[in-house]
């Protein structure tokens, strides 16, 4: 067993990684780098379509050039090492054990270690969709894998189930290299992504959205022949001739790791129970991007890698000065709220972010402590498929009491 | 490539016996048969063995105290309960013996399993024990506090049986017995009561014995020869397989009450760590295992009864299976064909199929034997068969000498699972050619993320193993194709 030893190890090189590895390295920690593929970038390899950077960087890229303005600036720090090729098996007392080819078992020590695991698609077992298993059923970046990195098709008549934003992107995708895409269906009164992908990736191309409907059967033994579709208001179904389904049904924050090492998650996001400074509730344990919350932008995935690198660095250099820990609550109309505490004192009041339980319009969002309610913020429209990001009011972290955050508005 | 014989050509000269059907059952026989001189095939219509009934079942050994005294199911389940520890040993394949609770929720319940227990003395299981509420809840935290007692039999195991199926043939394999995949038998061409030849698919072939272990298909097999001795009907189970994270939610394989007909629906952890629920009971077609909407709610909304805790969100995947029953006789249907000299049917092999296995081969292999058939040791049979070594199961030690021994276990393909390179290079060579014969024999897409991640890596990488383009590789044989081409350059 090859041992090293360092002050932080990043698991997994995705935007989240990269990101949280750069920041710790520029601020002049020793960081060990660990990626389960040959390359870095992590799913931002196979994301060959624009929409990246925009908010964070002011310019519109495409996932791989995304990925390489971090890995270049990555690479020229001496004190980040690199481990590709390198998959991380179990973590115990602050050692890493990952295993690869070159090293066979390798053991990282380390003072501090930021989760950036990432996600994985929600399958078609986890929600027992009724008929028969044949090939031909693909999780959407399972076949964005397929098309874009391995240069395969994986069918001519394509329906989506479910129109988070991977699926949506596939579909488009899929147009273009002339598959006929038949139609997305949503089980929800509204589309689980982005509103920009709606109309880029949908209407731009005449593929039909389909709210309101599932797939109720799945057809052919070998190969997928047909699907039945059901409007879940009027019960009608009806038969598709589909080679290939895919399905954009959700995404599930990684955390197999995390709760070997009795990282505490929060069911509602199914990431880790973090402060401000994403920090879980395991000493020197970080966590950010998608394994801590789904995000619909990878721009909010950086700086939110941003700050658990900084967070590892601080802790492992004792700057932080932790008085007392106060809980931000979701409210009313709000799903969730990531950090799920603040660890007071602090400087400037931080972001939060969270989504809405549905779909809203002319909205407000409170903060609310000790019965007096602050503004935050007004939104015209707050969808769930849309993350929000709104900063804490100063007066909510006067006091030791917890924080509960609201949406009020009207029902779109 | 080792393993699956492609063709009848080479197949000119007459067999001893011909299998038809490599199921579990097929498979044990094809295994019992190598220790003797004899020359054996078996034909299957898959791609590879155990994908019919084998593939999804309960994966129970039963020790056999539940079937009618007298019948061949108490005798054959009895007799291959008892060979199953030696068997898996000696081929290498998971064997687990955990123990059975038969629940009962009301106090009449009680006069039923004291009829088991009786019944289970006369089958010969012993080690039978009623117990009561408290001495449950101790062996069964999760179990519902409106459950009375139980009976418990610590003899009851749990095992692979895709992966015996798998052993039985690479041992068969071994000691020559030859294995004719992706070939159906559509015809025989009978003479005086006796078949003379086997039609196929693929050509001809020729067998002084036939044995008819095909299943559900089993009484259509016989038919073809001319035999309508026996129908099979077929059964459908659901079930739902849940994540490993929750495996433990029960120690031991827990059933309801049993009906005349039926063990009724199941919660039980798998030799894998996850935990299953099923099967229902509903008659069908040969060709449908569609998971249905009612069927799962009837098997989920059964189990959350009897452990109220179960978490419906971490079912990772969802399935059916057939089950073979000959109605009219209740029995497994193990003899020589009434109508067909040379012909033995093993038919109607529903539940304890897989805990008989072991003893209907060596049942059949003494119907040869009262039929004349010269059973003569074959002195050079292995009994041994290795595993595919599991590098998930290793300890650190273990796997930093593997990886230097040979770096494609270093690499990771499957990371629900912690399958690696290696594993896949390994089953290839033991004859997988597909993604589901990957899957059953090293687990890579059996995990949580059910081959969403591993996927679209195995496709490219079986090409290049089997030298074959993309487009060839197939999820489960003919018409399954994954891939239809490249993409727009």
Request: with cysteine; aromatic share 6%.
């Amino acid at each position: 067993m090859k041992e090293i030893s360092t002050d932080v190890v990043v698991i997994g090189g995705g935007p989240a990684g990269l990101a949280s590895a750069l920041r710790a390295g520029e601020l002049g920690a020793n960081v060990v780098l660990i990626e389960r593929d040959f390359e870095l970038g992590g799913i931002l390899n196979q994301c060959i379509h624009t929409g990246f950077g925009l908010s964070l960087l002011g310019i519109e890229m495409t996932g791989p050039e995304y990925a390489e303005t971090f890995i270049e600036k990555l690479i020229s720090l001496s004190n980040i090492n690199v481990l590709l090729s390198t998959m991380v098996l179990d973590i115990k007392d602050k050692v890493v054990y990952g295993v690869n080819r070159r090293d066979g078992v390798i053991a990282v020590k380390t003072e501090a270690i930021v989760l950036a695991m990432g996600c994985r698609e929600r399958t078609r077992g986890a929600l027992g969709i009724p008929g028969e298993r044949p090939a031909g059923i693909f999780t959407a970046g399972s076949a964005q894998r397929l098309i874009n990195i391995e240069g395969l098709m994986p069918g001519k008549r394509i329906v989506i189930l479910g129109s988070g934003d991977i699926g949506m992107i596939m579909a488009r995708r899929l147009f273009l290299e002339g598959a006929e895409v038949l139609g997305v269906l949503e089980k929800l009164p509204y589309p689980g992504g982005l509103t920009r992908n709606v109309v880029q990736c949908l209407e731009d191309f005449d593929i039909p959205l389909y709210l309101n409907h599932t797939i109720s059967e799945i057809k052919g033994r070998y190969r997928v022949e047909g699907v039945v579709a059901e409007n879940l208001l009027t019960k009608k179904r009806f038969s598709v001739d589909v080679d290939t389904i895919l399905l954009s049904v959700g995404l599930i924050p990684e955390n197999e790791l995390s709760k070997k090492i009795g990282v505490q998650l929060d069911p509602r996001t199914g990431g880790p129970v973090v402060d401000q400074y994403r920090e879980t509730n395991i000493d020197g344990v970080f966590a950010c991007g998608n394994v801590l919350q789904v995000h619909d932008l990878v721009d909010e995935v950086t700086r939110e890698a941003y700050i658990a690198g900084e967070g590892a660095v601080n802790y492992i250099s004792r700057k932080r000065r932790v008085e007392r820990i106060i809980q931000i609550k979701a409210g009313e109309n709000v799903r969730y709220v990531v950090p799920q505490r603040l660890s007071l004192p602090i400087d400037t009041p931080p972001y939060i972010y969270f989504r809405p339980q549905e779909p809203f319009k002319n909205c407000q969002i409170l903060g609310k402590i000790d019965g007096k309610e602050f503004l935050l913020g007004s939104y015209e429209y707050a969808r769930p498929g849309e993350m929000i990001k709104i900063r804490l009011k100063r007066e909510l972290l006067d006091s030791n009491l917890d924080i509960e955050v609201s949406l009020i508005g009207e029902k779109e | 490539m080792e393993g699956g014989s492609k063709t009848q050509s080479g197949m000119d000269k007459e067999l001893d016996v011909l299998i038809i059907g490599g199921g579990i059952i097929g498979t044990a026989i094809a295994r019992e048969l190598a220790r003797y001189k004899l020359e054996v095939a078996l034909v299957e219509k898959e791609a590879d063995v155990g994908w019919g009934t084998t593939k999804a079942n309960s994966a129970i050994v039963h020790t056999g105290y539940d079937p009618k005294p007298g019948t061949l199911m108490a005798k054959l389940n009895v007799e291959g309960a008892r060979l199953y520890p030696s068997i898996c040993e000696e081929l290498d394949v998971p064997y687990k013996r955990i123990g059975s609770l038969v629940l009962t929720p009301s106090e009449e319940g009680f006069k039923t399993l004291e009829q088991l227990k009786e019944r289970g003395k006369i089958n010969g299981v012993i080690d039978l024990e009623i117990i009561t509420q408290d001495r449950l809840l101790e062996l069964e935290p999760n179990i519902s506090k409106d459950i009375k007692g139980a009976l418990f039999v610590r003899d009851t195991a749990i095992t692979s049986p895709v992966e015996l199926a798998i052993a039985f043939r690479e041992n068969a394999e071994k000691n020559g017995v030859r294995f004719i995949l992706d070939t159906t038998v559509i015809g025989f061409e009978i003479e005086d009561r006796k078949i003379k030849l086997i039609k196929t698919d693929k050509g001809y072939l020729r067998a002084k014995w036939v044995i008819n272990s095909a299943g559900i298909y089993s009484d259509e097999i016989a038919r073809l020869a001319g035999d309508d001795s026996f129908t099979i009907t077929s059964v459908k189970g659901e079930y739902a397989l849940f994540d490993k994270e929750v495996g433990d939610i029960v120690n031991h394989v827990i059933f309801p009450l049993p009906t005349e007909t039926s063990k009724g629906i199941l919660v039980l952890p798998t030799v894998d760590g996850n935990l299953l629920v099923g099967p229902n009971e509903h008659i069908t077609t040969k060709e449908d295992t569609n998971v249905t909407e009612e069927g799962l709610t009837e098997i989920l909304s059964f189990a959350k009864r009897e452990i109220p805790s179960l978490p419906m969100n971490m079912i990772i995947t969802v399935f059916a299976g057939l089950r073979a029953k000959e109605l009219k006789r209740n029995d497994f249907v193990i003899e020589p064909s009434p109508l067909v000299e040379n012909l033995i049917n093993v038919g109607g092999i529903q539940s304890p199929g897989l805990s008989s296995a072991p003893g209907i081969a060596i049942y059949v292999t003494e119907i040869l034997k009262d039929k004349g058939v010269k059973l003569l040791q074959n002195p050079k049979f292995i009994p041994e068969r290795k595993a595919i070594r599991r590098f998930a199961n290793l300890s650190w030690e273990e796997r930093s000498k593997l990886i230097a021994e040979d770096p494609n276990y270093g690499e990771i393909i499957c990371r629900c699972e912690y399958v690696t390179v290696g594993e896949v290079m390994e089953a290839v060579r033991r004859g997988a050619n597909t993604l589901d014969g990957i899957k059953f024999r090293t687990r890579a897409g059996s995990g949580r993320c059910q081959g969403g991640f591993c996927g679209p890596r195995l496709i490219p990488l079986l090409s290049q193993l089997l030298e074959v383009s993309p487009e060839e590789i197939t999820k489960k044989g003919k018409g399954s194709k994954l891939v239809i081409g490249e993409t727009k350059r």
